[in-house]
């Protein structure tokens, strides 16, 4: 095997054939991204308390629970021989790097932590740490708690079309729209924004294929993002509804006992211990009814909830696509590779250089009543078992597709989608104008404006009566442009107004009910939090009689005057400070338990433009946090006319230990927007002669 780097330290790798190019990826993912990918093994199998602390224990508890590792197990036996084996020489490249990889990072250090050692399954247990909480079925628990305080009417108030999971942008362009006359293919997976980075820019080379592409780090192959020369694919989450919660009775008879349709039935229960880092142990009962582990309450308590997801029923993860995406020269070849996709179901598109396009849905959502996806149901009810799987909805592309989490393609197999605001924004800026290029698509990545605005700004415009500066803040606001960019006072303005109406709401008595959520594991608790659900389903708990008793425009006076100095707020300057220096980057760092904290601050982060419903998506928490922990996780831009013309950039950079040469050579280029070459001429890079 061959190692090359471009000039921004991403990995070229040559090899002779597709197993022995698997062990370069897995030996050059070790190397860059010891820490990274050790974290994550240690996550996937509930350990990783032992040096991360006891901030750490809640997941590891419900990893454990969920039965991930054994999950992952499971779905390894299930591959078939080529992909097992394919796996397996990943594994063993990772095994082989480890060593030199720890020696240059000294977090393994300050952990007490040494090279660890890979099993052919580890893979695929990463795979499912990174996704199993990405379909939010924790919202679910948030609908059962708006329902039972509020009554059931409520809960689509705080469902609308305004999900808290992982969302994306993604389009696609028939060769008709472009310069060159052939497709380009582009987006952005908005994630929480993590150092080092959750993708990996790769490149995959061999006498079988050549593809460039955003690796998930720990896992072989190019899932996500690629560019095969022939045909490029791109995904966004499909907010499809595909877990399932139920209610179940519980009881101690010698063993754990579960109610269920046929009665009472024996669970399958251990119990296993989590070292914690500078505390005691933590012991943790793992229970499975037929249904599946129990992830919520033991058989002492008053409620216990399994979850119910496919993998764990099936035995099926689907890393069979991962090889043949890699071989894939045509849509139908990205067609046939995706239908054995599993985990978490996407929206796919795809485009080649025949002139084809793709725009589908691909994963597995199984059959079952609707009550299934809105709330826990009950173990012991027949009519809420599972059925079959749904068939995966397509759509025909003539010259433009967007997706963007809205209720589209994949709507049949949802609940929550996002708002429409950005995919009706990415298809009002690509159909302005022909000719597109690929370096050109960062001016739609890069859009700032927040057509969410719009209901708060309404209701600006109607108050009359007001002090004169309130009245003069109305009137700036009113005359904004509705652009979140980093360096406009108005929109600090704007999310100043916005994070006091929500603190206000989330205040009132009429939400009283849900303040303090059900004694549920922590891990769910960015589900169960009542300021976010505010902040995210704003607009419709504006709309007029939304919830009797709630005076929207009275709280948004109180609010408009609290940030104009109404009340004599001493803070006033600071709320209305424009908003770059309100909203900055500030990613997630795995740091060792009792160590000094990491020197890129989140307080001194880069200034950031863009909001949650901008397609520039740098996510903030209205109400609660300004800072942006969810966003653009890479940037990319595939040209099926000449590969050599895509783009693509990261947050941070290639490398992923803190200080050295590509730890953040990108973070400028992706800041202002600006997206990288992807280079492809192999003189032009150069090659490490250790490789």
Known sequence: ??????????????????DELAFAQGRVTAYDRAWQIEVERQRSLGASAAFLGAEAVSWDRFARQARLADTARRCSTRLDEATAAWVARYVDGVNAGLSAGVARDPRFADAGLGAGSWEPWTPLAIWLTHHVLFAGFPSKLW?????????????????????????????LLAGSRTAAGAALLAGDPHRYIEDPGIYQQIRLA????????????????????????????????????????????????????????????????????IAVAGGEPVEVEVVETDRGPVVVGDPETTEAISLRYPPRVTGELGFAALPALLRARTVADVDAAVEQWVEPVNVV???????????????????????????????????????????????????????????????????????????????????????????????????????????????????????????????????WDRRMTADSADAGAFAAVRAALVRRITAHPVLAALADPPAYPAVFAPWLALAPRVGTALGALLAPDALPGLNAPALVRAALLEVA???????????????????????????????VAESRSTETGPELGGDHDCVLATSSVPGVTDLCRRGPAARYSWDLARREDSCWVVPLGADGVPGSTHDDDQLAAWRRGELLPVVTDWDKLTEERNG
Request: include cysteine; hydrophobic fraction near 40%; proline fraction near 9%.
């Open 1 to 18: 095997m061959r190692v090359f780097r471009d000039r921004w330290g991403i990995p070229h790798l040559r090899a002779d054939d597709p």
């Open 143 to 171: 609908r059962e708690h708006v329902a039972r305080r509020l009554g059931p009417d409520a809960v689509a108030l705080f469902h609308a079309d305004a999900p808290v999971s992982s969302g994306s942008n993604g389009w």
């Open 206 to 273: 061999c006498p079988a294929y050549d593809v460039v592409g955003l690796a998930v780090p720990g896992v072989p192959g190019i899932a996500h993002f690629g560019h095969t020369g022939k045909v490029a694919w791109a995904i966004t989450n499909a907010m499809a509804d595909y877990q399932d919660l139920y209610a179940e009775q519980l009881r101690r008879r010698g063993g754990v006992e579960a109610y269920g349709p046929d009665g009472w039935q024996p669970t399958r229960t251990h119990t296993e211990t």
């Open 349 to 479: 598109l795809a485009a080649d250089t025949a002139g084809g396009l793709l725009h589908r849905t691909a994963g597995a959502v199984p059959v079952r009543s609707p009550a299934n996806g809105l709330r826990v149901v009950p173990a012991w009810d027949p009519g809420y078992a599972w059925s079959g799987w749904h068939p995966m909805p397509r759509a025909t592309v003539t010259d433009v597709a967007v997706m963007a989490n809205e209720r589209a393609v994949s709507a049949p197999l949802g609940v929550e989608f996002a708002p429409p605001y950005r995919a009706r924004r990415i298809r009002e800026l690509l159909d302005r104008t022909a000719g597109w290029t690929a370096g050109r698509m960062a001016d739609v990545h890069t859009d700032t404006y927040t057509a969410a605005a719009g209901p708060l700004l309404a209701l600006l415009a109607d108050l009359d009566g007001l002090p004169t500066p309130a009245a003069a803040l109305r009137d700036r606001l009113l005359r």
């Open 565 to 595: 100095g109404g009340d004599l707020d001493p803070a006033v300057s600071a709320r209305t400070a424009r908003w770059g220096a309100r909203h900055r980057l500030a990613p997630w760092r795995a740091v060792p338990a009792n160590t």
